[in-house]
């Protein structure tokens, strides 16, 4: 039987395109030095059934953007500091999902209510895990998977805050959906609460999402310094009203700083001299 050709996430045919010969080479290499340490060049192109002079021009190609270097002792080649750089998104992504859910579990159980960690991902903030709280009546909703707008929730407002003006400029390009009365629907307005929420650290959407649904949320950095979610808690407002917040607030601080630690994000300055 002939194999069935994959399907994209687009819902296209991947088998039907024939692959280009230089990027398949190129990713041959990658993968024939991960078996590998090192590896000659004569040794890549037998490995590949090509020229020397063609493995030749592939490394060097290879080696102007880091993801191999040559071992300049032997002549040979490995594989290089480039590729940590690749790899560091899609492990921050794995980190997250995993250190997130010990961090919403142990908020969870701190503040006995529904805890998130979310991020932005096309213009929306998508929450990525969730612990349910303990009360009798709580929130209802499953939000794991769930697009958020960013101007009506608290954390789609944190991220849409501290990210780049790309996000902004995107959202700004249509109108602000109202969807409780409480909704903030105004540009300027949103724009003076990102301005808010910068300064003091965190950020609130009381009712703006789910009418009588309250939230808080403060951001979380990477090892790089780097903005990579946020995490929130989220209650009926008569047990979470904007008098109470400060207190859902120590906790969520102390999840923040664990989720940071976790992901090797560091507050303390090492040039610092100790006292």
């Known amino acids: 039987m002939a194999e069935k050709n994959a399907v994209g996430a687009n819902g296209a045919d991947v088998g039907a395109a024939a692959p280009i010969q230089s990027v398949d080479r190129a990713l041959q290499i990658l993968e024939l030095l991960t078996d590998s340490p090192t590896l000659g060049t004569s040794d890549i192109a037998r490995k590949l059934g090509v020229h020397r002079s063609t493995a030749s021009r592939l490394l060097a190609t290879l080696e102007a ?3 191999v270097e040559q071992v300049s002792d032997r002549g040979a080649y490995r594989l290089g500091l480039g590729l940590l750089r ?3 998104p899609v492990s921050t992504r794995f980190d997250l999902a995993r250190d997130g859910q010990v961090v919403c579990d142990a908020l969870a159980e701190a503040t006995q209510e529904t805890s998130n960690v ?5 213009g929306y903030a998508v929450t990525i895990t969730q612990s349910a709280g303990q009360r009798m009546v709580g929130v209802a909703g499953q939000y794991v998977g769930q697009r958020a707008p960013l101007h009506a929730t608290s954390t789609g407002k944190l991220l849409l ?3 780049s003006g790309r996000a902004w400029d995107q959202l ?3 109108s602000l959906e109202r969807f409780t009365p409480a909704t903030r629907t105004n540009f300027d307005q949103l724009a003076e609460e990102l301005e808010e929420i910068r300064q003091r650290g965190w950020s609130s959407a009381v009712g703006e999402w789910e009418e009588g649904i309250n939230a808080l949320a403060i951001p979380v950095w990477d090892a790089t310094g780097e903005l990579v979610a946020a995490v ?3 209650a009926p ?7 109470g917040f400060e207190q859902f607030l120590s906790s969520l601080r102390i999840a923040g700083k664990d989720f940071e630690a976790r992901l090797g994000f560091s507050r303390i300055d090492p040039t610092t001299p100790s006292m």
Do not use: K
């Not at 979310?118 to 096309?122: E, F, K, M, N």
């Not at 407002?237 to 008098?243: C, G, I, L, S, V």
């Open 237 to 243: 407002d008569f047990r979470m009203p904007e008098a």
């Open 86 to 88: 690749m790899a560091y």
């Open 118 to 122: 979310a991020i932005l991902d096309g």
């Open 172 to 174: 700004s390009e249509g």
């Open 161 to 163: 805050a501290y990210v």
């Open 232 to 234: 929130s808690v989220t």
């Open 65 to 67: 953007r880091d993801v």
